[in-house]
């Protein structure tokens, strides 16, 4: 069995000199867990690598430290493992989630691989972004194979209020009317980024849901001019018609609160 652990700190990342210029007496520091590892059955093997980025310290802002790190650890390790581990007493610390995680891997795979034997893998980035003094986004990708028909990726956002340590929700950020509006938003955005002008006509040549299924997903990620929705295969479309990314401008948006992004 191959193995190696990491855990980084890094004091200078992208974006961090805007929160620098905002807020000088709270910078947010992040850090790293690495781990890569092969997991053998028998004459299979199962590649686990990963990089894990969370707020390590936040000034003297403990508590919201405390939130946003436990919101990062459920977003990269997930919470199906507390399920089938029995506790979450480890979400709580990043580097015990990244022990409970790796023996999450190790359990299913062995099994799994005892009943069909196969070779998989399991590879996750996750990094953070700074949009200004108010909210931290982070990102999550994942690709990987545990058996099956087909390997899955799959992409999460989210965004945290740095003077509560709270995820943000779309309903933190539009007024009802806007929520509402949303959809309608959205399905012209990926009419527009498959060049028609008609959802029978998109549907006719891909595989999405009906327009009316389209929905605003909480998987959003904020930038300072723009909210982009991102939609992992099975969401609103089928495994072959892959992700959609659906990028939509704030400005002019109907019911969205400036204010988060004001800088």
């Not at 961090?16 to 905002?22: D, I, K, M």
């Not at 409970?100 to 795979?109: H, P, Q």
């Not at 058996?147 to 340590?165: C, I, P, R, V």
């Not at 012209?188 to 040549?205: H, P, S, V, Y």
Request: net charge negative.
């Amino acid at each position: 069995m191959k193995r190696t652990f990491n855990i980084l700190s890094v004091a200078a990342i992208a974006g961090l000199t805007a929160v620098t210029s905002c807020a000088p007496d709270a910078v947010p520091e992040m850090a790293v867990v690495e781990k890569t590892e092969s997991i053998a059955s028998g004459e299979n093997s199962f590649d686990m690598d990963y990089r894990f980025e969370y707020l390590a310290a936040y000034g003297d802002n403990d508590e919201v430290a405390r939130k946003i790190r436990q919101g990062q650890i459920v977003d990269f390790f997930g919470s199906v493992m507390v399920e089938a581990l029995g506790t979450d007493e480890f979400m709580n610390d990043p580097v015990e989630a990244a022990a409970a995680f790796d023996e999450f891997n190790r359990m299913g795979y062995v099994a799994a691989a005892a009943e069909f034997p196969f070779d998989g893998f399991m590879s996750a980035r996750s990094w953070t972004e700074i949009v200004n003094e108010r909210i931290l986004a982070y990102t999550v990708e994942e690709a990987s194979y545990t058996g099956g028909a087909h390997g899955m990726e799959f992409t999460k956002y989210s965004n945290y209020d740095l003077q509560t340590g709270h995820r943000l929700a779309l309903a933190d950020l539009f007024s009802p009317e806007g929520l509402a509006a949303l959809p309608g938003v959205i399905a012209g955005r990926i009419l527009e980024d498959n060049g028609e002008t008609d959802w029978q006509a998109l549907a006719a040549k891909t595989c999405y849901c009906d327009q009316g299924d389209v929905y605003a997903s909480e998987n959003f990620l904020l930038a300072s001019d723009r909210i982009t929705f991102f939609y992992n295969p099975y969401d609103i479309s089928c495994y072959a018609q892959g992700p959609t990314k659906v990028e939509v401008e704030l400005e002019g948006l109907e019911g969205f609160r400036d204010e988060m992004v004001e800088k």
